[in-house]
């Protein structure tokens, strides 16, 4: 549901682009401003992921989030001038930082190291449905009258089914250990994951062992964030979290996503076809994160983002060059952009999955909360750059320039990052990761390197199964 009510909050505003700027009068500037303040709100929601999630827990921290999406959604729908909805963007946007750091973190810390991957990578299966319902929405609301506040407004429904729930839901047992409530912990240990299996119980006694190291640790430490500067282990977890997010954002999904009405009618389509159309764009995103929810534990982390991030340049590459294409040719326009649009939102969709679980997986317990706020914060901060300057850019740099040069050649050069610093982390207990990150740079580069050999050999010798990590270690 948080995967849901974050996915809708932040397509409704593509289908709403097309009437409230008028009904305000809004110029473009203002426009853009309202579609960025949501991803700006969420960098403040980000900031104050840390401290709320070390006072409140993650349980209620999820239920603040809730209640700032109500109230976001709420200013929204009854907005009456350009401050409110500056105002109603703002306090979603906080929702959306708060919830968004927090839910893949208290699913990471809840579940079996065999299910993690894959129930991370709903939670961003869930981000790409509730785009779709964002649209889907928009749809249903396009011919009736207050268009554009029945869109923004049906959020409410969504914040109030997840704060309903979150009431039922325990902590997180991890947190309550972190916090010295260890019979808690116990408890809600044995609820969620049962004390009968020898993993289970073994996964229990090596956490609490580590929570009560890292505990020790934390005594002679005043300030334990500076770890992410001292300590090589965390400062190669924050680096590596935040390049993968930066390359999740900096491919330009975002800005493509709220305005892909409007680029939809700049290659022909009507204002309400685009309406319609932008479905094709959301539902690709949905169906690319199946894929990373059934696999994705299988073939392992490192493998998806190799083979995924090539999939965005294509895309580009296809939407760049189809607006060459004249609108006297308008058929044709149309159906390169739509054929682009697919391909990249596809293989986002599998992508997108990665940058939230390996965020949520390759922090220590004690700092997770705080690196979870600078990779939240940094998704955000690089949602609302790239959205806010979308149309200053394109005019700067020309539309195939922005999509091609820029988005792609981020993509290339992140693709040529991952081959060489991106390690795997696959059926790796959180405890077992630790140790992962504690090599240094270069031992690990060059692993990487040899196993890059050693797969385009694979490749090349028709090792299927050991080219895709489903023979042996990777």
């Known amino acids: 549901m948080g995967g ?6 932040q397509s409704l505003i593509s289908g709403a682009n097309l009437y409230m700027p008028a009904d305000l009068s809004l110029d473009s500037g203002q426009v853009s401003l309202v579609d960025s303040l949501m991803p700006l709100g969420a960098v403040l929601g980000a900031l104050i992921l840390s401290p709320t999630n070390e006072v409140l827990g993650r349980k209620l921290s999820i239920i603040v989030a809730c209640l700032l999406y109500t109230l976001g959604a709420g200013l929204e729908a009854g907005a009456h001038s350009v401050g409110m909805m500056y105002a109603g963007r703002f306090i979603l946007g906080m929702g959306l930082g708060l919830e ?10 809840c579940v079996a190291k065999k299910f993690r991957g894959n129930l991370v990578s709903l939670y961003q299966f869930n981000i790409a449905l509730g785009e779709v319902f964002g649209y889907v929405v928009a749809a249903i609301f396009v011919n009736v009258s207050g268009t554009w506040r029945w869109m923004l407004g049906s959020s409410l429904l969504f914040s109030t089914i997840l704060f309903v729930g979150m009431i039922f839901m325990p902590e997180s047992p991890r947190y309550l250990m972190h916090k010295g409530r260890e019979v808690e912990s116990y408890g809600v240990w044995k609820r969620i994951r ?12 090596v956490m609490r062992h580590l929570v009560e190291q890292e505990q020790e640790e934390k005594k002679r430490l005043r300030y334990p964030y500076l770890d992410f500067i001292r300590v090589p282990r965390c400062r190669r977890a924050i680096v590596y979290a935040n390049i993968m997010v930066f390359l999740g954002q900096f491919t330009g999904v975002n800005a493509i996503m709220y305005y892909m009405s409007v680029l939809m009618s700049e290659v022909g389509f009507s204002s309400k076809k685009s309406v319609f159309m932008s479905l094709v764009g959301g539902g690709s995103l949905l169906l690319g994160t199946i894929p990373a929810i059934l696999w994705m534990d299988r073939f392992g982390r490192r493998v998806a983002a190799i083979t995924l991030l090539p999939g965005f340049f294509v895309g580009l590459l296809i939407i760049g060059f189809g607006y060459f294409i004249p609108l006297s ?16 939102m596809w293989f986002f969709g599998s992508y997108a999955c990665l940058t939230w679980v390996l965020p949520s997986e390759v922090y220590p317990t004690y700092l997770r909360s705080y690196g979870m706020t600078s990779s939240d914060a940094t998704l955000f901060l690089c949602a609302f750059i790239v959205t806010y300057n979308f149309s200053r850019m394109q005019n700067a740099m020309t539309k195939t320039g922005l999509a091609v040069g820029f988005y792609g050649g981020i993509a290339v050069f992140g693709w040529i990052y991952q081959v060489l610093c991106m390690p795997e982390t696959k059926n790796k207990t959180l405890e077992e990761i630790d140790l992962v990150f504690s090599k240094p740079t270069k031992e690990l580069v060059k692993e990487n390197w040899e196993s890059t050999k050693e797969t385009v050999s694979d490749l090349f010798c028709l090792r299927w199964k050991r080219a895709f990590g489903l023979q042996g270690d990777y």
């Open 4 to 9: 849901l009510l974050s996915g809708l909050d």
């Open 329 to 344: 040719n308008v058929h044709a326009a149309e159906g390169v952009y739509i054929t682009g649009l697919i391909i990249y």
């Open 100 to 109: 968004g750091g927090t839910v893949p973190v208290y699913v990471a810390e």
């Open 194 to 205: 049962g004390v009968s299996d020898i993993d289970a119980k073994r996964e229990f006694i």
